[in-house]
């Protein structure tokens, strides 16, 4: 599914015009972008959790020379379904 397809589900499901959709799913991924960049959870119930972690220097192994590499330290997002959402994927 991409940002459009979400965005004719919200036309469709709540009956905004396509730009009211628009503007409401684009502001949506604006607030959760900006959460997520100032370092905040995002914890949406029923659905799961948005965490920014940071993830420190570490070696690493080239796969073309076999040489060790430094990768540097940086921010990853992870994603981590309720239990809602998870008994709804496996029933």
Known sequence: MTKVDIISTVYEKVGFSKKEAMRVVETIF???????????KIKISGFGN????????????????????EISARKIMTFKPSQV???ELNR
């Not at 959760?32 to 905040?40: A, V």
């Open 30 to 40: 604006d607030i959760m972008k900006e959460t997520l960049e100032r370092g905040e």
């Open 50 to 69: 948005f965490v920014v972690r940071k993830k420190r220097n570490r070696r690493g192994r080239n796969p073309q020379t076999g040489g060790d590499i």
């Open 85 to 87: 959402l998870k008994n």
